[in-house]
């Protein structure tokens, strides 16, 4: 008798196991989309050098699908509490595919994107049809940040008291294709909402030399000259940063009273800062030794085929071109000599309200107040307007 309901409980439990299996052996990996190498291979005979190194930029790994191996890795199996009160989140991984709840409502999710290469930091991303057919969806409020791991992401309120059973911030469909503009190379719609199968994802070659498809084209076809090709070097200093900042931001994007020093916030959008600077309102002034003026944009100090250095004696040595002494030691600095950080001191890094920092790019006399600032997160949230 013992034996006989021992056998149906185990039955009843084994049929309890098989209703609750997980959900995920019916849900289908997010549609495949295209491989940023493929823009890269258009180039690659003729250009090996620009080449070589560039699918391991932050801009080649700008968006990826959430169950990418790398993604997979750095948020399946793990928890963490954010917010005040602290809500837990659980990441895991079933089918290969990417989950998340919020284990205080037990409201779940697949997730479908990963923005950001994860040089910085990496925010998952939910995108799912509205009623009107469009794409929209939240960036969860956990994110992975380099080198802490799993934080609130940035931006995000800390106190989730408002919605503490949600999973994240909703975007609306206009805000989630921008979120795909900037991240992506080349982005086609179907219906009124995003064509998945299409998309090329990161910011590739083609996205940054426009008419480079018609160009490899032609050159494979036999021409020399490349005379219609857009060129960035006819660009002035102002018309370059501003190129970079369709995505990076450029002033025009804020109102003038959020264009002060004390708003830290700014220190994530590189090409507003830049052009605040002495350094590039006068650069015209110095001149390299032939009586050229010496120029000032993005690429003095990147380039953009090359993962981002994080030596600062590459920027440094840029600093001292404009700013040493002939014959001398010193350097226009009255406090330090020319073999000294500049950056650390001019250009220092900012913290965000997130495990991640980034540098101002408005090279000042700072204060020591403000310096003091720098380390200590801003409440500031880092948010341009759209
Ligand atoms: C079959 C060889 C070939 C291929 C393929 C090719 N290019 Fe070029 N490209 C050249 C040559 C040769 C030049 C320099 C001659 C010129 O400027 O007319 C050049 C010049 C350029 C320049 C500089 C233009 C300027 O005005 O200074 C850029 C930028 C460029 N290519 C980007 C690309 C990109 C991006 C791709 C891939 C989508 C690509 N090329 C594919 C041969 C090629
Ligand atoms: C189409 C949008 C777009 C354009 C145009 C663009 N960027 Fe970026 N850039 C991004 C995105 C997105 C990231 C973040 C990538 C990541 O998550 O690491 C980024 C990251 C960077 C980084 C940090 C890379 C790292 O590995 O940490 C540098 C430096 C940079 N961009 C410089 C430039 C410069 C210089 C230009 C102009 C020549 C430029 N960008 C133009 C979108 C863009
Ligand atoms: C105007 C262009 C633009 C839009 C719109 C945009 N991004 Fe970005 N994104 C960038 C650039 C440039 C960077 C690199 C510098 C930075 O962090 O601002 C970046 C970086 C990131 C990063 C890497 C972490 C970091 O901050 O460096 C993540 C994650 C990210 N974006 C997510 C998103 C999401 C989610 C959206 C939509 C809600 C979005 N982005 C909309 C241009 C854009
Ligand atoms: C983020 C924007 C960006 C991306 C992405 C990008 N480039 Fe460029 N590229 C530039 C800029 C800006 C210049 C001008 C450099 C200068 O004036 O010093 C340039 C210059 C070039 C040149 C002219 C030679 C030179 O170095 O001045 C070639 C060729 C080229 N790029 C090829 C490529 C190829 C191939 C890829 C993809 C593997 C690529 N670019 C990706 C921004 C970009
Ligand atoms: C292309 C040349 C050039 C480069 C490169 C350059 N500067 Fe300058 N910098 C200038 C000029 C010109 C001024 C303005 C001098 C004046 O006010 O008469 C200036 C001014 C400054 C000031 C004073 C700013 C203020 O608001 O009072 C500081 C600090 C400074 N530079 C630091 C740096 C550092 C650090 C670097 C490297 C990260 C750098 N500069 C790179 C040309 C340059
Ligand atoms: C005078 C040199 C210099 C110039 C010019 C410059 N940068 Fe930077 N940039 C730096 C330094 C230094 C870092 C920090 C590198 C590190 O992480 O060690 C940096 C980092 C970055 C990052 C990574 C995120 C961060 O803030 O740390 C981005 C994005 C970026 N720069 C974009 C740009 C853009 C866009 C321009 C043009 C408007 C630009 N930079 C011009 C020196 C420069
Ligand atoms: C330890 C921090 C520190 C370092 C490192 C440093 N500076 Fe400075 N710098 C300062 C301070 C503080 C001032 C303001 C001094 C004052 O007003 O008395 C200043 C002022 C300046 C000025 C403005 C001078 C003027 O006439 O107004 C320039 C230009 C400058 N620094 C360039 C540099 C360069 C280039 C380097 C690297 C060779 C460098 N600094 C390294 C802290 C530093």
Same mark, same amino acid.
């Given at each position: 008798?013992?034996?006989?309901?021992?056998?149906?409980?185990?039955?009843?439990?084994?049929?309890?196991?098989?209703?609750?299996?997980?959900?995920?052996?019916?849900?289908?990996?997010?549609? /495949?989309?295209?491989?940023?190498?493929?823009?890269?291979?258009?180039?690659?005979?003729?250009?090996?050098?620009?080449?070589?190194?560039?699918?391991?930029?932050?801009?080649?790994?700008?968006?990826?699908?959430?169950?990418?191996?790398?993604?997979?890795?750095?948020?399946?199996?793990?928890?963490?509490?954010?917010?005040?009160?602290?809500?837990?989140?659980?990441?895991?991984?079933?089918?290969?595919?990417?989950?998340?709840?919020?284990?205080?409502?037990?409201?779940?999710?697949?997730?479908?994107?990963?923005?950001?290469?994860?040089?910085?930091?990496?925010?998952?991303?939910?995108?799912?049809?509205?009623?009107?057919?469009?794409?929209?969806?939240?960036?969860?409020?956990?994110?992975?940040?380099?080198?802490?791991?799993?934080?609130?992401?940035?931006?995000?309120?800390?106190?989730?008291?408002?919605?503490?059973?949600?999973?994240?911030?909703?975007?609306?469909?206009?805000?989630?294709?921008?979120?795909?503009?900037?991240?992506?190379?080349?982005?086609?719609?179907?219906?009124?909402?995003?064509?998945?199968?299409?998309?090329?994802?990161?910011?590739?070659?083609?996205?940054?030399?426009?008419?480079?498809?018609?160009?490899?084209?032609?050159?494979?076809?036999?021409?020399?000259?490349?005379?219609?090709?857009?060129?960035?070097?006819?660009?002035?200093?102002?018309?370059?940063?501003?190129?970079?900042?369709?995505?990076?931001?450029?002033?025009?994007?804020?109102?003038?009273?959020?264009?002060?020093?004390?708003?830290?916030?700014?220190?994530?959008?590189?090409?507003?800062?830049?052009?605040?600077?002495?350094?590039?309102?006068?650069?015209?002034?110095?001149?390299?030794?032939?009586?050229? /003026?010496?120029?000032?944009?993005?690429?003095?100090?990147?380039?953009?085929?090359?993962?981002?250095?994080?030596?600062?004696?590459?920027?440094?040595?840029?600093?001292?071109?404009?700013?040493?002494?002939?014959?001398?030691?010193?350097?226009?600095?009255?406090?330090?000599?020319?073999?000294?950080?500049?950056?650390?001191?001019?250009?220092?890094?900012?913290?965000?309200?997130?495990?991640?920092?980034?540098?101002?790019?408005?090279?000042?006399?700072?204060?020591?107040?403000?310096?003091?600032?720098?380390?200590?997160?801003?409440?500031?949230?880092?948010? /341009?307007?759209?």
């Amino acid at each position: 008798m013992k034996r006989w309901l021992g056998a149906l409980i185990g039955i009843g439990f084994l049929a309890l196991l098989w209703w609750h299996r997980p959900a995920g052996q019916e849900v289908p990996k997010q549609a /495949a989309i295209r491989e940023p190498s493929e823009d890269v291979v258009r180039c690659r005979v003729c250009h090996a050098s620009q080449s070589e190194e560039f699918l391991t930029t932050g801009h080649a790994l700008a968006l990826r699908l959430a169950h990418d191996p790398e993604v997979l890795s750095r948020f399946a199996g793990k928890t963490v509490s954010v917010g005040q009160p602290a809500v837990s989140f659980r990441f895991w991984e079933e089918s290969g595919t990417l989950w998340n709840a919020n284990e205080k409502s037990g409201v779940k999710t697949q997730v479908h994107w990963m923005f950001g290469s994860g040089h910085h930091g990496m925010t998952p991303v939910v995108v799912a049809k509205n009623r009107y057919g469009e794409d929209e969806g939240p960036d969860l409020h956990v994110s992975w940040y380099r080198p802490h791991g799993l934080a609130l992401t940035m931006g995000h309120e800390p106190v989730l008291t408002a919605d503490p059973d949600s999973l994240g911030s909703l975007n609306n469909a206009s805000d989630t294709k921008q979120c795909f503009k900037c991240h992506t190379t080349e982005l086609t719609r179907k219906g009124r909402g995003i064509e998945t199968a299409n998309l090329l994802p990161g910011v590739l070659c083609s996205k940054c030399h426009a008419n480079a498809k018609e160009h490899a084209e032609k050159m494979h076809g036999g021409e020399t000259a490349s005379s219609s090709f857009d060129d960035w070097k006819s660009l002035s200093p102002i018309q370059s940063v501003d190129r970079c900042g369709e995505c990076h931001r450029s002033p025009t994007a804020f109102k003038p009273e959020q264009i002060q020093p004390e708003n830290r916030a700014l220190t994530r959008f590189a090409s507003v800062g830049l052009p605040l600077s002495r350094c590039f309102q006068f650069q015209k002034t110095r001149q390299l030794s032939d009586g050229t /003026a010496r120029r000032l944009d993005c690429l003095t100090c990147h380039d953009p085929h090359r993962p981002m250095t994080t030596d600062p004696q590459h920027y440094n040595n840029v600093c001292r071109d404009c700013h040493s002494r002939p014959d001398s030691q010193d350097s226009d600095c009255p406090k330090q000599i020319i073999t000294s950080d500049c950056v650390g001191c001019h250009m220092p890094k900012v913290r965000m309200n997130a495990p991640v920092s980034f540098t101002d790019h408005w090279i000042r006399v700072r204060s020591a107040s403000e310096n003091a600032a720098s380390a200590e997160p801003t409440s500031a949230t880092p948010t /341009a307007p759209k």
